[in-house]
């Protein structure tokens, strides 16, 4: 059963006709913004994957890829559930250098997914990727990569507001950064959404650092595949999101693991057997470009913008009865 929250006297700023538009015109915005923030090419990416290539990315650990097959070339294939493993193959493949990456526009379906107001099966995401020197694998890096991002976000709001301007969006460009283990030392009795939510009500746009690893009381902040972030060196964007009360997280980012980290990671999440797929054996033997990455999403950017309280108001997917009924209810329209 989805789950669904309506805020008491919410109506879109945008009629449909307007929301439509002002989709496109933030894709656009956000595509370019983006290339010219991170020095970033678009590329083409693939919607499925062979799951011998270890090149899918396993989120959780738990969630079910969609797989089907492919007679013709007798073989079965994997609906990506993102591109953070594919994309660092693919810089090797292109011969990409340091300094310069890619920008995919992503499409994947994550079957297991809970719905409600900020998930869905289907996921939208401007995933990117790029080289890095072995220098470059420090948190002040990673920091000003993740403030490249805030302000290319914060600038497309501008343009936006510039066509439409009964728009009265507000976000905030400075960026609060802090580890998943002070958040916890922090709010010790909250949950880690319950923490997400009351730092991004006081600073508005933060970023929580070092995601995937155990904190001191034992549990995990968020799950995190051990074989792409870095788990020292990663995090997640989130943007006080006024009309729902709640941290909306609009990116999941980080500087990816080198051979060492890897092996630890591996050993740590119980994954060892993964050392013999292709792209981990490359990873292991150095031959896999340093890189930073993440995936943006794009339905949660529009949503974002645009003041929307559901995701499916900026996207087209599939919901259970009960939200259909209840956003029809309210006068929330469902694409």
Not at 80 to 99: E, I, N, P, Q, T
Not at 303 to 331: F, P, R, Y
């Amino acid at each position: 059963m989805g789950k669904v929250t309506i805020p008491e006297n919410y109506q879109s700023c945008l009629s449909s006709y307007e929301t439509q538009e002002a989709i496109g015109i933030i894709k656009n915005l956000m595509q370019k913004k983006l290339c010219l923030a991170l020095n970033l090419k678009r590329v083409t990416a693939p919607v499925f994957v062979d799951p011998a290539s270890g090149l899918n990315d396993d989120l959780n650990g738990v969630e079910r890829p969609v797989t089907f097959d492919i007679p013709d070339a007798d073989m079965n294939a994997q609906v990506v559930h993102s591109l953070a493993k594919w994309k660092r193959m693919a810089l090797y493949r292109y011969d990409f250098h340091v300094g310069k990456g890619i920008l995919c526009d992503m499409n994947a379906i994550r079957r297991d997914e809970e719905l409600d107001n900020l998930h869905s099966a289907y996921v939208d995401q401007w995933d990117w990727e790029k080289i890095i020197t072995a220098e470059d694998r420090t948190i002040d890096y990673l920091k000003d990569t993740v403030t490249r991002i805030v302000n290319s976000i914060c600038n497309a709001l501008e343009e936006v507001k510039y066509h439409y301007e009964i728009l009265d969006t507000e976000l905030c460009r400075e960026v609060s950064f802090i580890t998943s283990q002070e958040l916890e030392d922090k709010y010790p009795d909250l949950t880690p959404k319950e923490r997400e939510n009351a730092y991004a009500k006081e600073k508005k746009t933060i970023f929580i650092m070092q995601i995937g690893d155990l904190l001191k009381s034992g549990e995990k902040h968020d799950g995190r595949a051990p074989d792409y972030d870095d788990w020292k060196l990663n995090g997640d964007l989130l943007f006080w999101h006024e009309p729902l009360q709640c941290a909306m997280e609009i990116s999941s980012m980080g500087i990816r693991v080198d051979a060492k980290t890897l092996s630890e990671q591996l050993e740590k999440a119980g994954c060892s057997q993964r050392r013999e797929l292709t792209f981990h054996k490359m990873l292991l033997n150095n031959e896999l470009p340093l890189t930073i990455g993440g995936g943006i999403g794009q339905s949660r950017v529009c949503m974002l913008l645009l003041k929307k309280i559901h995701v499916g108001e900026v996207q087209s997917s599939i919901w259970d009865e009960a939200t259909l009924t209840a956003c029809g209810e309210a006068g929330v329209e469902i694409l």
